[in-house]
RNA sequence: GGAGAGUUGGCUGAGUGGUCGAAAGCGCCUCCCUGCUAAGGAGGUAUAUGGGUAACUGUAUCGAGGGUUCGAAUCCCUCACUCUCCGCCA
């Protein structure tokens, strides 16, 4: 959410900054709402005063056994006229929340211009790609079976089995303890979770359609990001445990709407897939270099997998909505002869903390945190990417990278 | 699933219809005293938000939301959470 005082004042630069979002800010409806707001909260609140004060009369009289005929009237006059400004502000105020609710964070200024993943600004690449056009991971092994889960489920489930079931968890070990090792605490938190919450990291109220929503009106997580933020919900902080920096690993289920006949094959678009999240809670003056320790952080994993990437800087229209500035990870797919996005990285600035009230308390005064969160990284995805990256053709065996021999029994998998 | 108890400021905890944003204590801050420390004394110390250039000032908030009432921390209803007992259960 934005400083809705910064609003009133920068209606028109923040127009235009978020217009390399493709948002266009109602600046006619916020002034609107917001004059309307004004004039009525200006009489609400003066009515009540003079309730208070005609009300404080009232039982004084009533103490003095004096006449309080007149007095009734005024306060019938009174309380007449303000429940009818009231009923007039209250759903203004409703839409002015909603409205505010439905802005998306403002972009760092050193967004790239574009309107999609094509004109995201390449940072970096690490390791060396394999020119040749592989197999896919279903070609490649048996242990991944997408028709027996959508016996089970549906689309865009997958069932694992043996070695490969295997290896998929040893990922989870070895990205839990890459987290551990750069100083994250880590939790075990619910899956399911309160609209109270997605509205705090921002899925909520813009983004329902992307959620699976339970009977009763919970939704399952798309993101341990959403609970792992939400630890810190409506809480200050203590200067002196800034910065925070917390993972989990859970699985993430998203409805995919709207990506109908997008990444149908494999377990590259999944409802249900595992990952390991970071996030930080940082002071704000310390959250740009967060984000780049965070990125490095994840960066390692591949590293350590010996996994080639490359890191690319969002563009404003593939930024997310809560977000300020995003790197994505892009791991080589040797199938796809693609890099393909294997981890988030974004700074939200203050954006999910005023909408989850998470502050800081400084000397002497109370501030809102920035939060920083990532993949650390995408499970499903890392999986494919050491299965079509370590095959060896030859001898039709998927090697076992080094950094994960420790958490299994094998050194490779026959296919 | 059943029965009961509870939720008040940074903390402990009083307050069952008005003068209560809320006693008292602890903690914290400023000052005074005392040649260190400790003890003692005086004052201050919630949050959000509106109006105003400002000084200042209004309003809301006692778990959340409704209701009763001229007036609600206090009475009523609904919900959430915590605790105790019973049942069930990994």
């Not at 792992?228 to 445990?241: E, G, Q, R």
Request: glycine share 6%; aromatic share 8%.
């Amino acid at each position: 959410m934005l400083d809705i005082k910064y609003l009133r004042q920068n209606a028109e630069s923040i127009k235009q900054a978020l217009l390399i979002k493709g948002f266009e800010l109602d600046i006619n409806t916020f002034n609107s709402l917001e004059n309307n707001r004004k004039s009525l909260q200006v009489e609400v609140e003066s009515l009540q005063a003079e309730r208070k004060e005609l009300s404080s009369a009232f039982g004084q009289a009533k103490a003095k056994g004096e006449d309080v005929d007149e007095l009734s009237k005024k306060i019938e006059i009174n309380s007449n006229l303000l429940k009818e400004k009231e009923d007039e502000l209250k759903p203004i105020l409703v839409n002015l929340e909603q409205f505010l609710l439905e802005i998306p964070n403002l972009p760092d200024p050193s967004t790239p211009e574009g309107s999609s993943d094509i004109d995201n600004k390449i940072i970096r690449n690490w390791g060396d790609i394999n020119k040749k056009k592989g197999l896919d991971h279903l070609e490649i092994t048996s242990e991944i079976d997408t028709e027996l889960a959508a016996i089970l489920a549906g689309s865009r489930f997958s069932v694992l089995s043996g070695k490969i079931a295997k290896l998929h968890r040893a990922l989870i070990q070895f990205m839990l303890d890459e987290a551990d090792e750069n100083g994250y605490e880590e939790y075990y938190v619910p899956f399911i979770t309160n609209k109270d919450s997605l509205t705090g990291t921002g899925q909520l109220p813009k983004f329902e359609e992307d959620l699976f929503k339970l009977t009763d009106g919970r939704y399952l997580i798309s993101t341990a990001e959403i609970p792992l933020t939400n630890l810190f919900n409506k809480k200050t902080i203590d200067l002196n445990d800034i910065p925070i920096k917390v993972t989990a690993h859970t699985p993430c289920f998203r409805s995919e709407a709207g990506s109908y006949g997008k990444d149908t094959r494999g377990l590259i678009r999944q409802h249900q897939f595992e990952k390991v999240e970071l996030v930080q809670v940082v002071h704000p003056e310390q959250s740009e270099n967060a984000l780049e320790e965070l990125l490095l952080n994840a960066e390692t994993i591949l590293q350590k997998l010996n996994l080639p990437y490359q890191v690319v800087q969002l563009c404003g229209g593939d930024l997310g909505f809560s977000s300020s500035m995003t790197f994505d990870i892009e791991v080589w797919l040797p199938s796809q002869e693609k890099y393909r996005e294997i981890s988030s990285c974004s700074n939200f600035t203050d954006f999910q903390s005023r909408r989850a009230n998470i502050k800081i308390k400084d000397e002497n005064s109370k501030i809102f945190a920035h939060t920083i969160n990532g993949s650390g990284l995408a499970v499903g995805r890392t999986l494919i990417a050491v299965i079509e990256n370590y095959y060896d053709e030859v001898d039709k065996v998927i090697n076992i990278p080094d950094a994960l021999k420790k958490y299994l029994t094998f050194d490779t998998i026959s296919t």
